[in-house]
């Protein structure tokens, strides 16, 4: 069986995350061809993970024939642009969430995913294949909580890299859109409905950095869904203990809590500071399975023709909740969505 | 030492637990009069505690010059009216909460509060008097989790006393005054600060003769507060594990969270559906203890001339933010306080 | 109704604890007499508790004939022999643990409780009291984890008392007759049978002031029972997080845990050391509510001519389970009961 | 560089887990040969591995020069032989535990690995590569709880599995060699000791079976270490709940305590049973994670000269001890090792 030959655009912190799991932990992929503007990840490409092709100019990969499928993991506003022009280069896609940084982008990868169809085209929007999400989708489609109507979602970052997020606060679009995306995700995949309105608002306590920016701390944002449901959200960057994300989905019939304690691992510690148990440190630790296991149903769904778990409308979708989220939060009003 | 001489008025299911703790688990005060327009209530005080002099007029126990203190547990509409009676009769005030059901009504308490200096009054916000959330104020107010920014509250009824909830949806004033109320002291309590605007929504899935009441049989409220923090509320009343308050304040440096799991005990039991924790069942189980610190509080404040830890303006402030909630969760729109 | 009139002999620690009880949260219960070797403690009692007859001969205070009831609290050498000469003074008893040092003497308690059917005696096992043991023994006795067979109780002293445990090294009969009296009854209690062998072994690490006594800071032992289930004990006294009581009872069908994390309170922590709860630092805060429950049983067997939960026999066959691990302990032999 | 060539002896369901693991997860090694007496298990290394070469014969397998490593994952009693007959064929070798069924054996094995230094060894306790049992040994080795001086084992196989272990009942060796050997290794490992003394008893009490065939369903066994720490294993298995594997080694300064509930993943239920953590099922899904670690390392310690973290001595320390632990259950007495 010949394995998926896939080419990587990005390699940074996350970039590199999909290289290393598709050059040696899928077997039936193969990591042929990288693409970045930074001439250090390329030789990292090189040297660490054994890619022959690499290259400067997205266009220039794509011409490359023995390239079956592309990862995008570049800068937000890039991914629209490659999506589109990738699948009209013939190759399946696979792009880092969000989808676009404005809904038009959005609608133009739709169309590209749209006239489009022999190519497959997935979103990684990861926590859907973490075990524990997947675990609670699958108790919530078996009714084992009756029908979900509220869905709490929060996610905070570390303070630890809180210096980054300050660096790129000018430019993040803000911390829904910089940070809210995956929850608003979650909101929608476990209520199964769309969001038609939110008011949000955000606060500034420990760096005012964020504030100068024009940017928040937190953020806080609650929705109503079509249906009825409703949703929660607190997104944040300063938790001292590690990276929280953290997600309930209440039911009439009972509640799913995913993860109240950000567990590094099962070890607990009975000291001085009572029972303690130590938290991961960042998303690529919470997340190294879901990042894995994505990555697996992309080139699974490529290979067996396959739909993938998330499509373009998700991505659309949840970058106009992100949008409406951040109109909500800067002007103070309700926004219809 | 003279035993503070207490008279009760409403003797329903928490007037009992009132009741009981009066006369048999504060030393130093005593049960000597009851007050109720129900004869079973009465005949309970007069048999199962031995209480002589039962009233079932309010005015007619407060000519009882042996009284010193009373202790109001009847319905919320009467709680202002009899604050003043009683106060205006030299009594002692403890009262229940709801302050008032309406801010006219607590202006008329605060009022006589104020005339009365001589007399202590306290509300049964009886949560701040729970041993986790004593601990907790007490960590906060330490510096333990820097500013305190953020309060996310959560209360929910069991399902299995949700019939109760039906039967005076039409009454309650709604699911925010009904059930908020000591959510939003906690926020208040824990962020040292006013909430200053409000937006709510609600959502029925279960029970539609909430929905027909003009009830919500869930509801979610965001707020913001003068020195900038926030609170996130979420109440409802059909939690079919048993009863739920749990509440986190979130810091600069630090979160607190009570109660994520609201055990019953400290037992565990590994079984065929896992490793599984009973949860309390209802609000009296939840906060035995914390009803009988308050009223010993209450006690104490009166006979050593102490300020009790809960103030007339902390009832006032509580019904103005539950109706500015209620406002907002009719209207659909963001309300100013 | 006539209060019962209670006399207590001993007020140190654990005494204070019962005393109070008695003197004020007990409302059918009167503390009208103390007595102790100690002035001081006598002093406590009047100005404390408003304790008028005080003591310092126990024999003194039997003649007393207000008393009803004594409650023993005295040094564990003195127990039976006061048993004895209360009972035979009419007075009904409650004696703290262990029923005696020796079995020879349990056995002439044994004969002094059956001289005097128409007296009360109750022992000190306070834990059966406790409401996560009271709900794991229902548990267990309505089958819920089918039969259980295995019994592991661990009892660890915080290191912040180990001073004291030091200093009574020499005299306080070892670690197993110190501190394994409520594990070894409880094995018996969840097990429903009796110990017929032991093997003990002890180790200590970090305080050789017990080596040196002795005595070992850690005790470890496992029991085989009539019919045929095991027990494992484990105490020691240098639990750095507090006072840890934890008690697993394994069953055929299930499994129930009591206390794995023996928190302070239901606030957890989220901070730089993780995710932490607090620990109980001593016995009384730990079984407070317990050591209450099981004095209002003593009251309501004396005054309702009950039968107390715990009789003289669960006291000597815990003793000779004691006196059985510590021989095996020092000898380093399997001991046959 | 090329890829380490591995061929593996016994596919059944554990050497299906690491013949998984070698084809498609390493990716610096790579499955060439597999071996078994089982021809279904051929078939499938064939058709879903694509490995070409297929032996029913070890030391046919041993002939192929391409073949750098072996895997033994073939039932106890071949373990030494092969090891040995690899090893002199000039073949890395990872060998499943126990190392040997007997000691003799075992002694025939640590010759061979002493006779060829040139070749790498390791056996598969797995459980020192799982992330929590790491993270606690990296604490211990920190001193984070100051000096270990008790572990407290417990290793308990799931009820769904108990027919298979009924049917191997009389040749597994008993309980304790079938089910202690990884408990034991840990209690060495983290106490840094060898144990040289065992007293040990077992029990039935649901499926007779087990003693019917000299076996029991339950063990429970203690130790004294070298040093004068000490050990206290349970196994079972009948839980229930699922697979249960808990550890908890306790120090001078702190205890850390690794899987007290075996979670299946961090979704927790609020339903109608209380709070409830569903729990792993089986060995393979509890350390899938650390199968694949373990094999990382032996591949990455043969291509790059390291010493691997479990040698040969690990394994006859902990058969011997495995040994003596089942003396003293069948015999009832105390055995030094």
């Given at each position: 069986?010949?394995?998926?030959?896939?080419?990587i655009?990005?390699?940074?912190?996350?970039g590199?995350?999909?290289?290393?799991?598709?050059a040696?932990?899928?077997?039936?992929?193969?990591?042929?061809?990288?693409?970045s503007?930074?001439?250090?990840?390329?030789?990292?490409?090189?040297?660490?993970?054994?890619?022959?092709?690499?290259?400067?100019?997205?266009?220039?990969?794509?011409?490359?024939?023995?390239?079956?499928?592309?990862?995008?993991?570049?800068?937000?506003?890039?991914?629209?642009?490659?999506?589109?022009?990738?699948?009209?280069?013939?190759?399946?896609?696979?792009?880092?969430?969000?989808?676009?940084?404005?809904?038009?982008?959005?609608?133009?990868?739709?169309?590209?995913?749209?006239?489009?169809?022999?190519?497959?085209?997935?979103?990684?929007?990861?926590?859907?294949?973490?075990?524990?999400?997947a675990?609670?989708?699958?108790?919530?489609?078996?009714?084992?909580?009756?029908?979900?109507?509220?869905?709490?979602?929060?996610?905070?970052?570390?303070?630890?890299?809180?210096?980054?997020?300050?660096?790129?606060?000018?430019?993040?679009?803000?911390?829904?859109?910089?940070?809210?995306?995956?929850?608003?995700?979650?909101?929608?995949?476990?209520?199964?409905?769309?969001?038609?309105?939110?008011?949000?608002?955000?606060?500034t306590?420990?760096?005012?950095?964020?504030?100068?920016?024009?940017?928040?701390?937190?953020?806080?944002?609650?929705?109503?869904f079509?249906?009825?449901?409703?949703?929660?959200?607190?997104?944040?960057?300063?938790?001292?203990?590690?990276?929280?994300?953290?997600?309930?989905?209440?039911g009439?019939?009972?509640?799913?809590?995913?993860?109240?304690?950000?567990?590094?691992?099962?070890?607990?510690?009975?000291?001085?500071?009572?029972?303690?148990?130590?938290?991961?440190?960042?998303?690529?630790?919470?997340?190294?399975?879901?990042?894995l296991?994505?990555?697996?149903?992309?080139?699974?769904?490529?290979?067996?023709?396959?739909?993938?778990?998330?499509?373009?409308?998700?991505?659309?979708k949840?970058?106009?909740?992100?949008?409406?989220?951040?109109?909500?939060?800067k002007?103070?009003?309700?926004?219809?969505?």
């Open positions: 069986m010949k394995k998926l030959q896939i080419g655009a990005g390699l940074g912190r996350l590199k995350v999909h290289a290393k799991n598709i040696s932990k899928i077997s039936n992929a193969e990591l042929v061809a990288a693409c503007i930074v001439p250090e990840e390329l030789e990292f490409a090189k040297t660490e993970l054994g890619v022959n092709n690499t290259y400067s100019d997205f266009s220039e990969m794509l011409k490359n024939d023995d390239i079956d499928a592309v990862c995008i993991v570049t800068t937000s506003t890039e991914h629209c642009r490659q999506i589109e022009a990738a699948l009209d280069a013939g190759k399946h896609v696979f792009s880092e969430k969000p989808l676009g940084t404005d809904v038009a982008q959005c609608k133009r990868a739709e169309a590209a995913v749209e006239r489009h169809p022999e190519l497959k085209f997935m979103l990684g929007f990861m926590r859907r294949y973490d075990k524990s999400y675990y609670a989708k699958k108790l919530v489609d078996e009714g084992k909580i009756g029908t979900p109507y509220l869905v709490k979602a929060t996610g905070i970052d570390p303070e630890s890299a809180v210096q980054g997020a300050i660096r790129f606060a000018k430019t993040s679009g803000g911390i829904f859109l910089d940070m809210a995306i995956h929850d608003i995700d979650l909101c929608r995949w476990f209520l199964n409905s769309e969001a038609i309105e939110v008011y949000a608002m955000g606060s306590f420990k760096h005012k950095e964020f504030k100068d920016a024009g940017d928040d701390e937190t953020g806080v944002a609650v929705y109503k079509a249906n009825g449901a409703m949703g929660m959200i607190h997104v944040g960057r300063t938790a001292p203990y590690g990276y929280h994300v953290e997600t309930e989905v209440v009439t019939e009972g509640t799913i809590r995913i993860s109240a304690v950000p567990e590094k691992n099962l070890a607990t510690v009975y000291g001085t500071n009572g029972v303690c148990t130590e938290c991961v440190g960042s998303f690529p630790e919470r997340f190294a399975e879901a990042y296991a994505e990555m697996e149903e992309f080139v699974d769904c490529v290979i067996h023709d396959k739909k993938p778990g998330v499509n373009v409308y998700d991505g659309t949840s970058t106009a909740i992100g949008y409406a989220t951040t109109e909500a939060w002007t103070g009003k309700i926004i219809r969505i």
